[in-house]
């Protein structure tokens, strides 16, 4: 006779146990490989040039390469971004003051130089990663079926993608120049509390 505290043992049950495990495994191989950030980001340059290979050799899958390609220039746009965007920012102010916001109510500093601020990134450096990997094997899937081989002029998608990604681009180092910010740790590092 069964006790009622036992749980039913159906295949619902067993296969949901399964990728429970198949769940915590794969998030401790990610968290293992979080602090390796140069090996990682080799193997995702491994895995795209082992997609490009693919494609150069095989001369198909063209929309596919493109797709990858649009992902990835969107991926790059939201790491170079802040989370804090300072345009946004100031299109709210602008709106608020046109509606006849409170004049009274307590102001923080307006210029740009008056504190620090640190750069955070809209997309973080490991979901940069972790979605770039994917849609690579994602990608090097794709190319495994006739179905995504769509006959297409490829030079007119190289041509588009290049001309896409130079005023992106543009536009993003004029937002950079405008509102001063810089998304890389460029120069020398602060140190704080040691020996000189």
Same mark, same amino acid.
């Given at each position: 006779?069964?006790?009622?505290?036992?749980?039913?043992?159906?295949?619902?049950?067993?296969?949901?146990?399964?990728?429970?495990?198949?769940?915590?495994?794969?998030?401790?191989?990610?968290?293992?490989?979080?602090?390796?950030?140069?090996?990682?980001?080799?193997?995702?340059?491994?895995?795209?040039?082992?997609?490009?290979?693919?494609?150069?050799?095989?001369?198909?899958?063209?929309? *596919?390469?493109?797709?990858?390609? =649009?992902?990835?220039?969107?991926?790059?746009?939201?790491?170079?971004?802040?989370?804090?965007?300072?345009?946004?920012?100031?299109?709210?102010?602008?709106?608020?003051?046109?509606?006849?916001?409170?004049?009274?109510?307590?102001?923080?500093?307006?210029?740009?130089?008056?504190?620090?601020?640190?750069?955070?990134?809209?997309?973080?450096?490991?979901?940069?990663?972790?979605?770039?990997?994917?849609?690579?094997?994602?990608?090097?899937?794709?190319?495994?079926?006739?179905?995504?081989?769509?006959?297409?002029?490829?030079?007119?998608?190289? *041509?588009?993608?290049?001309?896409?990604?130079?005023?992106?681009?543009?536009?993003? =180092?004029?937002?950079?120049?405008?509102?001063?910010? =810089?998304?890389?740790?460029?120069?020398?590092?602060?140190?704080?509390?040691?020996?000189?």
């Amino acid at each position: 006779m069964m006790s009622s505290d036992e749980p039913a043992s159906t295949p619902f049950h067993s296969a949901q146990a399964s990728f429970s495990k198949f769940q915590r495994q794969y998030q401790q191989t990610l968290d293992r490989w979080t602090p390796h950030v140069l090996q990682r980001w080799l193997a995702t340059l491994g895995l795209l040039a082992l997609f490009m290979l693919r494609i150069v050799l095989s001369q198909g899958w063209y929309i *596919v390469c493109y797709g990858l390609a =649009i992902y990835l220039l969107n991926l790059l746009l939201a790491f170079l971004q802040p989370k804090f965007d300072p345009s946004l920012q100031d299109d709210l102010l602008a709106d608020e003051i046109e509606e006849g916001g409170d004049q009274n109510a307590p102001v923080l500093p307006s210029q740009r130089d008056d504190e620090f601020r640190p750069f955070v990134r809209r997309l973080p450096e490991w979901q940069f990663w972790l979605s770039a990997t994917r849609a690579t094997l994602v990608s090097l899937f794709c190319t495994v079926s006739e179905v995504f081989d769509v006959p297409v002029y490829w030079p007119i998608l190289v *041509v588009y993608f290049c001309v896409l990604f130079a005023l992106t681009m543009r536009r993003q =180092i004029q937002h950079m120049i405008k509102y001063k910010y =810089i998304p890389f740790d460029i120069g020398r590092k602060a140190r704080y509390g040691g020996s000189k």
